[in-house]
């Protein structure tokens, strides 16, 4: 599977640090104030629909900061259960995860690659 195009799988070159300074640009330190809104948005659906539905705390779980991450990313509120882009986005990252062929995952990425795990 070539994942060559994708940042966070990039080797070090420089492509990678012209995507990495785009990217500390837009979701840097310096721009974390801009997303509070969000975040705490999205921290008091969590404690409300845990407190409202306990059994589902899993799923719960998993919305949180898929609402939060697709939120900033797209600028789009996800539907509490069954939203299609939640359930493409998990697919995805199972797929990728499966793609890449390795049992640790960490060996994916560049500031891996110095430190491989043995194969078990």
Known sequence: MDSSWAFP????????KRYRRLFMQYLGPSRAKAFHARQQKASHRLLRSILDEPADYQEHLKFAPASIV??????????PKNDP????????????????GSKFLVNAFSWGRST?????
């Open 9 to 16: 799988l990039m080797r070090y070159n420089p492509v990678w």
């Open 70 to 79: 697709l939120g900033i990313a797209y600028g789009f509120d996800i539907l």
């Open 85 to 100: 882009y939640l359930s493409l986005g998990m697919q995805m990252s199972q797929n990728t995860t499966e793609g890449l």
């Open 116 to 120: 491989s795990f043995p194969n078990q």
